[in-house]
């Protein structure tokens, strides 16, 4: 189990990318932070030991993606959270509002290997480990983003 | 392109008040029950409003409560036989607590293998009809002793009940606690009920905490039907919504107050959204829906989905399940 100043450094280093994972895969903020919350309080009663950061970021985007899972597959999955409660994202430079669209308007399934991808920095074929798919159609799917992504940004 | 991907999604954060419930986490004790995780969390925040929820209750108690809320979703009257069952699974309990001027009484409890029917009665409260559609606890907790071994999580949700003459506002509880296939809630058990400030939607109204201790007897459910073959249902893909593959599932079990499945291939419910559109179709034409329902895994593998009724069903008046249009004759 990690001691609580192991959880809060955790919690400083990766609650960003859980929650950012979240939101690939739901568009929601409401939703996002259901899934970011159940994943940090996962962590926090894990018993398992964690090799080193890595291991521990690795963890932690697995069950993301769970939790994500498990939250689109509840039919109660119905929230009254106002939106000043759970704001949407605010960037500093209109075009980063833009493309962050453009990205969300993409199809679930190209949104979160592109993140995982482009972001965080992982292969194709950890991206396949993590959604449990094959590398072939991590690929397909990360030229497929690319590709509508390009054509959004060239429309825009 | 990447670069500017990369710019962009650095300026998402999570929010500070996010941030902050989760460094609090560590203010809990790790083996705490009484948290909301899963899938049960949703449960947790969904607050349903019945449509017509000023009700004028007079005195009246759950099984009306019930009858009423059968009419609304059916059209049709409730039998009295239903009414009869859901009699023998509800206890008077009377117990209460005040805080601040207020007092909150549990009325009664209607028992299911997994979920509680908890009729509140809130007295001292100045507050409309109107002002109680969206009216709810900020907090409950609940501790069951001896608590069932496999319980370590659950969800529950508020609902409006009407008014009884005294002015008194009920509200309906249902407590919906995860539980495997061994346990149930039906176990004579000593409960602990705390109940945090009662709010108006976002206004509190009254600030403080009502802890209610009270004893629940044994309770005995008529016995469930089950399918003896498995059944095929579409479900929606997680990645691909606009194809529809048909999904397995096996020892469907309908007891009076939750439907249980067994999915065939474990690994499915990670591609597919579990299929939720249940129903149970009555001898005489009535129709009732589950009010949502959660999933877990037992030990050997296999992967469950437990659906509740909306309202305790009389299983020898049950003619069908249904999905959708999908019709899977019993009896």
């Known amino acids: 189990m990690l001691t609580e100043k192991e959880f809060t450094e955790a919690v400083e280093q990766h609650l960003d990318m859980v929650y950012r994972i979240a939101l690939n895969w739901f568009r929601s903020p409401p939703d996002a932070e259901d899934a970011a919350q159940n994943t940090m309080l996962r962590l926090w009663r894990a018993e398992k030991p964690f090799a080193d950061g890595e291991h521990l970021r690795r963890w932690l985007a697995r069950v993301t993606l769970n939790e994500c ?48 991808y482009y972001y965080e920095g992982y292969g194709v074929r950890e991206i396949g480990e993590l959604l449990g798919m094959k590398t072939s159609t991590v690929q397909t799917r990360l030229a497929r983003a690319r590709e509508k992504l390009k054509t959004q940004l060239e429309e825009a | 392109m990447e670069r500017k991907y990369r ?3 650095g300026e998402v954060h999570a929010s500070d008040r996010l941030k902050q419930e989760v460094l609090n986490m560590t203010k809990q004790r790790r083996s705490q029950r009484r948290h909301i995780p899963l899938a049960a969390l949703i449960a947790a925040v969904l607050v349903v409003v019945l449509a017509g929820t000023a009700l004028a209750m007079a005195n009246a108690g759950i099984r009306d409560w019930f009858a009423q809320h059968w009419r609304e979703e059916t059209g049709h009257v409730i039998h009295v036989d239903q009414l009869g069952m859901i009699d023998q699974l509800t206890q008077e309990i009377g117990a209460g607590d005040t805080c601040n001027g207020v007092t909150v009484t549990v009325d009664s409890v209607t028992r299911g293998e997994s979920i509680l029917w908890i009729l509140l009665e809130i007295d001292g409260l100045e507050i409309t009809p109107e002002e109680a559609s969206g009216s709810f606890f900020a907090d409950m907790g609940m501790s069951i002793t001896p608590q069932p071994e496999s319980m370590e999580s659950f969800g529950y949700d508020f609902e409006e009940a009407g008014f009884r003459e005294n002015g008194a506002l009920m509200v309906l509880l249902r407590y919906l606690p995860l539980l495997t296939e061994e346990d149930t809630l039906l176990d004579a058990c ?71 499945l067994v999915w065939a291939d474990p690994e499915m419910r990670e591609k597919v959204m579990a299929p939720g559109y249940w129903s149970l179709l009555m001898k005489d034409g009535a129709e009732i829906s589950h009010c949502g329902g959660v999933g877990y895994d037992l030990p050997d593998g296999r992967a469950v989905k437990v659906y509740y009724w909306k309202v305790p069903i009389d299983l020898t008046q049950v003619e069908a399940l249904k999905f959708g249009e999908l019709v899977f004759p019993l009896h």
């Open chain 2, 7 to 9: 710019d962009m999604f």
């Open chain 1, 69 to 116: 899972k498990r939250i689109s597959a509840n039919p109660w999955r119905h929230r009254m959270v106002s939106m000043e409660i759970c704001p949407e994202p605010v960037f500093s430079d209109p075009a980063r509002q833009t493309l962050f669209q453009d990205v969300m308007e993409l199809p679930g399934k190209y949104r979160v290997p592109l993140y995982l």
């Open chain 2, 190 to 260: 000593n409960v602990e009920l705390r109940l945090g400030s009662f709010t108006l939607g976002e206004r509190t109204v009254v600030e403080g905490t009502w802890n209610i201790s009270f004893s629940l007897e044994k309770a005995d459910l008529p016995e469930s039907l089950t399918l003896e073959n498995s059944i095929w249902v579409p479900a929606l893909p997680l990645d691909t919504p606009e194809e529809r593959p048909e999904v397995e599932f096996r020892d469907v079990r309908i007891t009076p107050t939750e439907l249980h």
